[in-house]
C-alpha cells in the first residue's frame, strides 16, 4: 500500500510501504484482470446461445433455423473459450501487447488440446478410441488454457531476449518463446496424459459414494461441482449426478427421455442451482459493483450487468465467476459453498426443476411442465433469500477485508490533482501529441523501458527516474502521478489512455 505523501512544488510523491506476503496476491490479482477480456465476449454468447435454446427447446435448432444460426454463434464462443482464456492470459501476465504472445498462446493450446482429444490418445496408447479414459472427452476447458497462457507468459519474460549461435539467431529473442513454449507443452501433455485419468477417476469415484447419502450428496455435489470449476474436473461429478455413468441420470430422467424418474427425487442435482444462477450471483454482481470505487463503476459496471443479466437469462455464470475467481478466492470458496447450501435445500423440501442448457430463466420456465417438476415456484423465494445472502456476504466481505474484485484498486491510492490549461491536453485528445510530449516527459525514447496500462492508467517503466519532468506530466491534463519503487510510475489518464499508449508504443518501438 502507499500511505506517505510528499508534495513538493506541487509535485506528488507517494513513498511505498513494502508488504510481505503480497506477490501471490498480486499475481493472483493480475491474473483476474487479465481473464475480465475473455470474459467481457462471454453474456452476449450465452444469450445468443439462450436465445436459440428459447426458440427451439427441443430440437436444439435442428427444427428452426434461426435458433440453430442463433446457437452456434454463440457456441463459436462459449466452445473456444479455452484458447480465449489462454491468448488473454498470456497477453495479460507477460505485460506485453506482442503478436509472438498470443501466436505463442495459441500453439500451445492447440498442441495440449490436440495431444489430449480422444483420437490422439488412442493413438498414442494403440487401443481403440472406444476404450480411451472419459476423462480426455472434456480436456479442452478452460483450465487447459489457463495452463497454456501462464506458460506462455512466463516464457515470454524468461526467454524473449535469448540470444542463440550466429546460425540460428533468426530463431532468438522473441521468436524463441513459440518454440520454448512448444516444448513446454509438450512436458504438460505428456504429464496431463498420465494422471488427468487419475484424478478423473478418483471424482467419478467420490461422486459414486455421495450419490447415496439423499440431499447432503446433493449439497456435496453442488459444493465440488462449483469448487472444481477452475480445473475442469467437474465435469467428472457431472457426469455421475447429470448422467448415466452411475444410473442416475438425473437430466435425462426429468425430461422424461429416459424411464426411471421419481416424483419429489429426480432433479434434485439440478434445482438447486437455480436460486443461484437467477438470483444469487446477479446479487453478488450488485455488490461487487456498489463496493467498487466511483471513478471505476462506469467502466464495470457494463460488464457487470451483462454478466448478471446473462446468468439470469441463460444460466451461464462464468462472466460473473471468473471475474471474481482469482482476485477473491475466498468469494469463489464461500460461492461453492452456498451453491451446495441451495442444493441441499432443494432437495431437503423437494423443490425440484432441470434444465437442458443451464439453471436460468429460460430453462425455469420450461421445467413449469415437466413430468418431475415438483414445488417449483417454490424456486423463487429460495432465490430471493439467495439473493440477500449473497449480496450481504459479499458487501460485507469486500469491504470489510479490502478484497480486489473489480472495479477496486490493487496497492495504491489515488491522488488527484488540479487540472490546468495547456496548449496540449486530454481535452484536445490529440493522443499522438500526447503521447510525444509525455516521452519527452519522462526522459525520452531511451529512458523509457515499457509501457502499458490498465483501464485509467498509464504504466511506465523508466532507466532513470530523476529524468522525469512531473509538471510537463501534469500540463497534458494527466490528473495524478503514483511512484512504485525506484523505477516505475503509474501516471492517472482516464478511459482513452489506451490510444496513448498505443501511440506511444507506436514511437518507441
Request: proline share 4%; aromatic share 12%; with cysteine.
Amino acid at each position: 500500500m502507499f500511505r506517505n505523501i510528499n508534495i513538493l512544488n506541487g509535485k506528488v510523491q507517494l513513498n511505498p510501504i513494502l508488504i510481505g506476503g503480497m506477490g501471490m496476491m498480486k499475481y493472483m490479482q493480475r491474473l483476474g484482470k487479465s481473464l475480465m477480456l475473455p470474459v467481457s465476449v462471454m453474456p452476449i454468447a450465452a444469450l445468443l446461445k439462450g436465445i436459440g435454446y428459447w426458440i427451439d427447446p427441443t430440437g436444439w435448432g435442428s427444427n428452426n433455423a434461426i435458433a440453430a444460426f442463433l446457437i452456434e454463434s454463440g457456441g463459436a464462443i462459449i466452445d473456444n473459450l479455452p484458447i480465449l482464456f489462454a491468448v488473454g492470459i498470456a497477453i495479460g501476465m507477460s505485460q506485453e501487447r506482442e503478436l509472438t504472445v498470443a501466436l505463442s498462446a495459441v500453439v500451445s493450446y492447440m498442441i495440449v488440446s490436440r495431444l489430449l482429444s480422444p483420437p490422439a490418445v488412442a493413438l498414442i496408447k494403440g487401443i481403440p478410441e472406444a476404450e480411451v479414459s472419459a476423462a480426455f472427452e472434456n480436456s479442452a476447458n478452460a483450465f487447459v488454457g489457463i495452463i497454456s497462457g501462464l506458460v506462455v507468459a512466463y516464457n515470454y519474460k524468461k526467454f524473449s531476449k535469448v540470444k542463440l549461435p550466429d546460425a540460428l539467431s533468426f530463431f532468438g529473442g522473441k521468436r524463441f518463446v513459440p518454440i520454448i513454449s512448444t516444448a513446454s507443452m509438450l512436458v504438460i501433455s505428456l504429464l496431463l496424459l498420465i494422471v488427468w485419468p487419475f484424478f478423473y477417476e478418483c471424482f467419478v469415484s467420490f461422486g459414486e459414494m455421495i450419490s447415496k447419502l439423499g440431499p447432503v450428496g446433493a449439497g456435496l455435489y453442488g459444493f465440488f461441482n462449483r469448487l472444481l470449476i477452475p480445473t475442469g474436473l467437474h465435469h467428472a461429478l457431472n457426469s455421475v449426478f447429470w448422467f448415466d455413468v452411475a444410473g442416475i441420470n438425473d437430466i435425462g430422467k426429468f425430461w422424461g427421455t429416459v424411464s426411471g424418474g421419481i416424483k419429489g427425487v429426480t432433479g434434485m442435482y439440478q434445482a438447486g442451482f437455480f436460486p443461484v444462477m437467477m438470483f444469487g450471483l446477479p446479487a453478488a454482481a450488485i455488490a461487487i459493483y456498489q463496493s467498487a470505487r466511483p471513478e471505476r463503476k462506469k467502466q464495470v459496471g457494463t460488464i457487470l450487468l451483462s454478466a448478471a443479466f446473462a446468468s439470469f437469462v441463460t444460466g451461464v455464470t462464468e462472466p460473473l465467476e471468473f471475474s471474481f475467481m482469482f482476485v477473491a478466492p475466498v468469494l469463489y470458496f464461500i460461492h461453492a459453498l452456498l451453491t451446495g447450501i441451495m442444493l441441499f435445500v432443494a432437495a431437503v423440501f423437494k423443490w425440484l426443476a432441470g434444465f437442458g442448457f443451464s439453471a436460468g430463466l429460460i430453462d425455469y420456465i420450461l421445467s413449469i411442465k415437466a413430468p418431475f417438476s415438483n414445488d417449483i415456484f417454490m424456486l423463487i423465494p429460495l432465490g430471493l433469500i439467495c439473493a440477500f445472502i449473497y449480496y450481504c456476504i459479499f458487501r460485507f466481505m469486500i469491504v470489510r477485508y479490502n478484497l480486489m474484485t473489480p472495479g477496486r484498486e490493487t496497492d495504491e491510492d489515488i491522488i488527484e490533482i488540479e487540472e490546468e490549461e495547456y496548449n496540449i491536453t486530454l481535452e484536445n485528445q490529440d493522443y499522438d501529441e500526447i503521447a510525444i510530449v509525455l516521452i519527452e516527459a519522462l526522459g525520452g525514447r531511451n529512458n523509457v523501458q515499457f509501457a502499458d496500462s490498465c483501464i485509467t492508467r498509464l504504466r511506465v517503466e523508466l532507466g532513470n527516474p530523476d529524468l522525469v519532468d512531473e509538471q510537463a506530466i501534469l500540463a497534458t491534463g494527466a490528473t495524478g502521478i503514483i511512484k512504485i519503487g525506484k523505477n516505475n510510475l503509474q501516471i492517472i489518464i482516464g478511459t482513452e489512455v489506451q490510444f496513448i499508449v498505443d501511440a506511444m508504443n507506436d514511437i518507441l518501438m
